[in-house]
């Protein structure tokens, strides 16, 4: 079993083994969950409500494996920034708002912070968004790799390079620290570009696998499910999906060292 730096109450593992039964074995949560756990750790200077927000942040991950692997899945879109206490989360939540289920938006950072910026939970609320919720985490191999698209919001350098993903740098100014107003102005430009990129992927939607132009995605399949498996040294669990469906054997990505596609959304 995976070392925890904090100790995990039963009630997490047992709820995630719960939601994810007949899709990954127990042995594949709780490593997922303890490898949240030490990566949420590693950036917490309060753990009071570590073990909480493992169990979410194991859910999302868990969630992105099993995305993967299905071949009928609304499309996602990661929005990357440093410390995941700012840009990214505005970004991400202001997707999901505008998305209204159609599509979905993780977030992530290449070195998270220990809390989501005041003043971005404050910007958010003025517009009706609730982040009070929301914290920082890191960036996964299997969410980079269950992603559509990829948005670096000024850090595409710091990346993971995965064949088939689509990447797109946008820059924006950092808010952390900022004044209020400062905060609302890089909120409203976020906001223009989120709006302009669903527009741009819903006029060039088909299907979920032909949206944005600009390449040919991966195919989704159980070796993807494997590949990404073994990014958080996970074992799969060789099981048919619950509803009996067989998925073809399909070509996962292959890491390279080339540059980064991009994508540009208008």
């Known amino acids: ?42 950036a917490a200077t309060v753990t009071k409500h570590l073990p909480l927000l493992a169990e979410r942040f194991a859910a999302e991950r868990l969630d992105a494996l099993a995305h993967t692997a299905n071949a009928d899945r609304e499309p996602r879109v990661l929005f990357v920034c440093a410390a995941n206490s700012g840009r990214s989360q505005i970004a ?7 998305a209204d289920g159609a599509a979905r938006a993780w977030s992530a950072g290449t070195a998270p912070g220990p809390e989501v910026e005041a003043a971005v939970v404050a910007s958010l609320a003025e517009i009706g968004i609730d982040a009070g919720q929301a914290f ?23 990346l993971p390079p995965i ?3 689509r990447y797109a740098d946008r820059p ?18 976020i906001d223009t570009r989120v709006t302009a990129l669903l527009t741009d992927l819903r006029t060039t939607t088909a299907t979920p696998h ?51 596609r991009r994508f540009d959304p208008r």
């Open 163 to 165: 064949a088939g993903r």
């Open 92 to 98: 991400a939540a202001l997707f999901n708002r505008h």
């Open 136 to 158: 920082p985490k890191a960036i996964t191999d299997e969410v980079v790799a269950a992603a559509d698209v990829v948005i670096s919001l000024g850090c595409l350098d710091a």
């Open 172 to 189: 924006v100014a950092d808010p952390g620290g900022g004044l209020a107003e400062t905060v609302r102005t890089i909120r409203d430009e």
């Open 1 to 42: 079993m995976p070392r925890a730096l904090v100790a995990l109450p039963a009630g997490g593992e047992r709820r995630l083994t719960t939601a994810y039964a007949g899709v990954f074995s127990a042995t594949t949560v709780r490593s997922v969950l303890y490898a949240s756990c030490e990566a949420l750790a590693a």
């Open 210 to 260: 032909s949206w944005p132009s600009g390449s040919t995605p991966v195919p989704k399949g159980p070796r993807h499910v494997r590949q990404a498996l073994r990014a958080v040294r996970l074992r799969p669990q060789r099981r048919p999906l619950p509803d009996g469906r067989r998925l073809p054997r399909t070509p996962g990505p292959r890491r390279h060292r080339g540059p980064l």
